[in-house]
């Protein structure tokens, strides 16, 4: 039996998804993976995923007490990580144990070599360490080295300071650091995970070299090494994306694959703010009205405001009506040149249809990868989290996209963090830049410049790639330490009843 990886990620889709893309490349590679999770997050991946029969699937469970969703809630407190750790350690000799069958419905296995957790479930690393197994981390944006003690949160006594010193990085304001940065409540949060991330024995990135090398070569260089970084590899080997299977002409049903083949090569702006962030309504009838001043074809993946996840799964519920939102006529005016459309969407097969010409993107580190892959130059349009940083990245440091400008924020007029993430777009600046990118020569340079990137990352996860020769040093890394422990006759279950 190959070495065994036990993932714990947390569910939203933008971080589950890549954890279990990478989970059935470990499986491929020989390596056991056993993903650990609560009883509905579990029941949903094998419902909707192929290929789920590969992997293991272990439910957190208090004895015999199923946990809701109520307990990412409870992570955030001390007790609450004390007691997923507890859980998480539990589960881990439970599924090493002979009675593995018995106690959590899975065959036995050997005793992990690590546990991978990501940048938010950090508290695994107290079950590793009580394990006494290394601590691995999936990282999941962009390899970006965490503001030091000190220069956070954003206060009005430092927000106009830019910040110069981060290995790897351009300048930046504080304005465009990770959202949890700018208040000091939620810095507390941020920065207990800085300390964590710190501790990761290994850092997989969901990233390729080419994309982020300074800031892969910075931590490398520069981070890795200092006083309180534990950290001995880092690893890209993004992306770590989905498979886009695609039907042939005569199997084709999806409305929006449809439209898109009525269209020019290389003319539609795919405008889609992903799967977690919505617009207020004054700011819809903005977008809906730049949009059709631009003169451009569209397609735009509508929400309501305010609008809960919407997945795959949302294929089967009846499309909300949407024309409330919209300026009165504007769907009878677009018609043929645009398409809103209000469930969900395949959006990579979006992306890499001939007729998209452009990404009008939030800026989520998996829709970014998605427009890279695909070669489409993009409009950034942060809302939170990281998002304004990738935005920043995009447009400064990588020249992969141009910004819309948010309106600034006036001191006098500040109504709290809210106000601060979903500020204002005008409609003349919606059509100003749309143009830009689709029609004037600033777009043709992204483009060629998104084309570049595309065919880096075609590298990349080819056969001896930066990507593919970095999961082949992981898989390898994972099978010396599960030889080393058979070769000390390692049991961690020694001396357990």
Same mark, same amino acid.
């Given at each position: 039996m190959?070495?065994?990886?036990v993932m &714990?990620?947390?569910?939203?889709?933008?971080?589950?998804?890549?954890?279990?893309?990478?989970?059935?490349r470990?499986?491929?590679?020989?390596?056991?993976?056993?993903?650990v999770s609560?009883?509905?997050?579990?029941?949903?991946v094998?419902?909707?995923?192929?290929?789920?029969?590969?992997? +293991?699937?272990?439910?957190?469970? !208090?004895?015999?007490?199923h946990?809701?969703?109520?307990?990412?809630?409870?992570?955030?407190?001390?007790?609450?990580?004390?007691?997923?750790?507890?859980l998480? =350690?539990?589960?881990?000799r439970?599924m090493s /144990?002979?009675n593995?069958?018995?106690l #959590?419905?899975?065959?036995?296995v050997d005793?992990p070599? @690590?546990? &991978?957790? !990501?940048m938010?479930?950090?508290?695994?690393?107290?079950?590793?360490?009580?394990?006494?197994v290394?601590?691995?981390?999936?990282?999941?944006?962009?390899?970006?080295r965490?503001? #030091?003690?000190?220069?956070?949160p954003?206060?009005?006594e430092? $927000?106009?300071?830019?910040?110069?010193?981060?290995?790897g990085?351009p300048?930046? $304001?504080?304005g465009?650091l990770?959202s &949890?940065y700018?208040?000091v409540?939620?810095?507390e949060?941020?920065?207990?995970?800085?300390?964590?991330?710190r501790k990761?024995?290994?850092?997989?990135a969901?990233?390729?070299?080419?994309?982020?090398?300074h800031?892969?070569?910075?931590?490398?260089?520069?981070? &890795?090494g200092?006083? *309180?970084?534990?950290?001995?590899?880092?690893?890209d080997?993004?992306?770590?994306?989905?498979q886009?299977?695609?039907?042939?002409?005569?199997?084709?049903?999806?409305? @929006?694959i449809?439209?898109?083949?009525?269209q020019?090569?290389?003319?539609?702006l795919y405008? @889609?703010?992903?799967?977690? /962030?919505t617009?207020?309504?004054?700011?819809l009838?903005e977008l809906?009205? *730049?949009?059709?001043?631009?003169?451009?074809?569209f397609l735009?993946?509508? #929400?309501?405001? %305010?609008s809960?996840h919407i997945d795959?799964s949302a294929?089967?519920a009846?499309?909300?009506?949407?024309?409330?939102?919209?300026?009165?006529g504007?769907?009878?005016?677009?018609?043929?040149?645009?398409?809103?459309?209000?469930?969900?969407?395949?959006?990579?097969r979006i992306?890499e249809?001939? /007729?998209?010409?452009?990404f009008?993107?939030h800026?989520?580190?998996?829709?970014?990868l998605?427009?890279?892959?695909?070669?489409?130059?993009?409009?950034?349009?942060p809302?939170?989290?990281?998002?304004?940083?990738?935005? +920043?990245f995009?447009?400064?440091?990588?020249?992969l996209?141009?910004?819309?400008?948010?309106?600034?924020i006036d001191?006098?007029?500040?109504?709290?963090?809210y106000?601060?993430?979903?500020r204002?777009?005008?409609?003349s600046?919606?059509?100003?830049?749309? +143009?830009?990118l689709?029609?004037?020569?600033?777009?043709?340079?992204v483009?060629? %410049?998104?084309? %570049?990137m595309? +065919?880096?990352?075609e590298?990349?996860?080819?056969?001896g790639?930066? /990507?593919?020769?970095?999961?082949?040093?992981?898989v390898?890394?994972? #099978?010396?330490?599960a030889?080393?422990?058979a070769?000390?006759? =390692? %049991?961690?279950?020694d001396?357990?009843a």
């Amino acid at each position: 039996m190959g070495p065994h990886v036990v993932m &714990m990620p947390i569910f939203p889709a933008g971080h589950f998804t890549p954890f279990l893309i990478f989970a059935k490349r470990l499986a491929s590679a020989g390596v056991t993976v056993t993903i650990v999770s609560i009883d509905v997050h579990i029941a949903e991946v094998k419902l909707r995923e192929q290929a789920a029969e590969f992997l +293991r699937f272990v439910e957190l469970r !208090d004895g015999f007490e199923h946990l809701s969703v109520e307990l990412l809630e409870e992570w955030k407190t001390d007790a609450g990580k004390a007691k997923a750790s507890r859980l998480l =350690v539990e589960a881990v000799r439970d599924m090493s /144990s002979p009675n593995a069958q018995a106690l #959590r419905g899975v065959p036995t296995v050997d005793f992990p070599v @690590c546990v &991978m957790h !990501d940048m938010v479930t950090c508290w695994a690393q107290d079950a590793a360490e009580e394990l006494g197994v290394e601590k691995h981390m999936l990282y999941l944006s962009p390899s970006e080295r965490l503001v #030091r003690e000190g220069r956070a949160p954003v206060t009005p006594e430092n $927000q106009d300071i830019p910040i110069t010193d981060i290995p790897g990085l351009p300048p930046l $304001q504080p304005g465009d650091l990770h959202s &949890m940065y700018q208040t000091v409540e939620s810095f507390e949060w941020a920065k207990y995970h800085e300390h964590r991330n710190r501790k990761a024995d290994v850092i997989v990135a969901n990233s390729f070299y080419d994309l982020e090398k300074h800031v892969i070569d910075a931590i490398r260089n520069k981070v &890795m090494g200092t006083p *309180g970084v534990q950290t001995i590899y880092l690893l890209d080997v993004g992306p770590l994306l989905p498979q886009s299977p695609t039907p042939t002409a005569l199997e084709e049903k999806d409305p @929006c694959i449809l439209w898109l083949n009525t269209q020019k090569p290389a003319s539609v702006l795919y405008v @889609c703010f992903g799967s977690h /962030s919505t617009h207020h309504a004054p700011q819809l009838l903005e977008l809906a009205s *730049g949009l059709e001043a631009s003169g451009q074809p569209f397609l735009w993946i509508l #929400r309501p405001p %305010n609008s809960v996840h919407i997945d795959a799964s949302a294929l089967a519920a009846p499309i909300p009506p949407m024309t409330q939102y919209l300026p009165p006529g504007f769907e009878e005016r677009i018609k043929g040149r645009g398409m809103c459309y209000s469930s969900w969407a395949p959006q990579r097969r979006i992306l890499e249809h001939v /007729s998209t010409g452009g990404f009008l993107s939030h800026c989520g580190w998996n829709s970014t990868l998605e427009g890279v892959c695909a070669g489409v130059p993009m409009l950034t349009w942060p809302f939170w989290l990281d998002q304004n940083f990738i935005s +920043r990245f995009l447009v400064d440091t990588a020249k992969l996209a141009i910004e819309v400008k948010r309106e600034p924020i006036d001191p006098e007029q500040d109504l709290g963090e809210y106000d601060r993430i979903f500020r204002r777009v005008k409609r003349s600046e919606i059509e100003k830049q749309v +143009r830009r990118l689709m029609q004037e020569e600033e777009g043709r340079i992204v483009r060629e %410049n998104m084309q %570049n990137m595309k +065919r880096n990352v075609e590298r990349a996860v080819a056969l001896g790639g930066s /990507s593919r020769t970095n999961f082949e040093k992981y898989v390898q890394l994972l #099978r010396a330490k599960a030889s080393a422990a058979a070769f000390n006759g =390692v %049991n961690k279950l020694d001396g357990i009843a």
